[in-house]
């Protein structure tokens, strides 16, 4: 055996064996999860875990629909702050940024990203809830103030995966329509944009997985209220806030009721992955 193939050897074990352990390490994961969250799931009750509306843990009451909706709530607001501020920062970077525009643009993007999440939520509270406090209703601490931290959080990731995939439409496309008669504009838009879908909803999945599995940052400005928020002013508690902020002194049931709420979590994100996964192949069936 040549010396390159025992290289190529050792390549591809080396390669195996990480994959190996990333498979290991979720299927780790997926196996606590369950092996202590189903169990208190089957002692609360399911219906009365999910759509229980009330959170007391001294007298063992585990209803985690508040949570629940205000994961949703907070999920959602991010999505409308920040995938369309993305996307267009993303065309604007790929399309219609000049060299030195794109220069000072593209290092700034990716300072975003390296922002740890504390530093965001001080900015939020620090920022953001007195802005609402002292223009809005309430006192600040509130399902808004956290829908826009988290839209400003998911920017670098929606920015940085659509920049890309817009970069990777072959050249002829845009060519073609500028050909045909489109001007720049339309080009970008119709044919261009139209052409990494795929990528732009990937940029999508990842920023929906940033927003919902966020945890540090909307504890210090959601204001961690278990209740189902009436108005976008209203305090709110997401699912990971939820864990954090219990599972230093939880025990027992507890205990078991904050695994099953990274249960219903993990749920939670895969459903959200699947649908994402069939609305692209749909797309790119249709193209």
Known sequence: MSHVHVKEGIAKALFVAAAGISILA???????????????????????????????????????????????????????VGVPAGLLCAIFLSRFASGKVAAVLKPGVELLAGIPSVVYGFFGLVVLVPFIRNNMPGNGMSLLAAAVLLGIMILPTIITVAQSSLDAVPKKYYEGALALGADHERSVFRVVVPAAVSGIMAAVVLGVGRA???TMAVIMVA?????????????????????????????????????????????????????????????????
């Open 26 to 80: 979720v299927a780790l994961i997926c196996v606590f999860l369950f092996a202590n969250g189903v169990p208190a799931i089957a002692q609360i009750g399911l219906p009365e875990f999910l759509f229980g509306t009330t959170w007391r843990p001294a007298n063992d009451v585990y209803g985690i629909f508040p949570m629940i909706i205000g994961s949703i709530y907070v999920t959602a607001g991010a999505m409308v």
């Open 212 to 214: 919902i599995g966020e």
């Open 223 to 287: 204001g961690n209220q278990t209740i189902i928020p009436e108005s976008i002013f209203n305090g709110v508690r997401t699912m990971t806030a939820n864990i954090v902020l219990e599972m230093g002194y939880a025990a027992d049931l507890h205990r078991g009721a904050l695994v099953a709420t990274g249960v219903v979590l993990f749920v939670f994100i895969l459903l959200i992955t699947m649908l994402f996964n069939v609305i692209k192949k749909r797309g790119e069936l249709k193209s």
